[in-house]
């Protein structure tokens, strides 16, 4: 596992899929700055995560997500470990 970060759960190589999460908050109703509120964050680090520049979310931010919109643990390997 390559990682920078020991909170950081991603691969060399992986993606996200930030269109799943998008379409996901807009279903909950959810902008950058509301689930920004929800997990402690500016609204700017949640967007820099979503668009992958230089951060990634960390297995804390990441379970805070799955809670908040119910997803499966097949849902959360789509978004954020997709190829």
């Given at each position: ?5 020991p909170d950081?759960?991603r691969?060399?190589g ?8 998008r379409s ?5 109703g959810?902008?950058n700055k509301?689930?920004?509120a ?10 820099n ?14 379970a ?7 997803l499966t643990?097949?849902?959360v390997?789509?978004i954020f470990?997709?190829?």
């Amino acid at each position: 596992m390559v990682v920078s970060n020991p909170d950081t759960v991603r691969q060399g190589g992986e993606k996200m899929n930030k269109e799943l999460l998008r379409s996901v908050m807009v279903l909950y109703g959810d902008t950058n700055k509301t689930l920004a509120a929800y997990l402690g964050l500016s609204e700017q680090s949640v967007s820099n995560k979503i668009n992958e520049n230089g951060t990634e979310f960390r297995k804390g931010e990441i379970a805070k997500i799955k809670e908040r919109y119910n997803l499966t643990s097949d849902q959360v390997d789509r978004i954020f470990f997709a190829d």
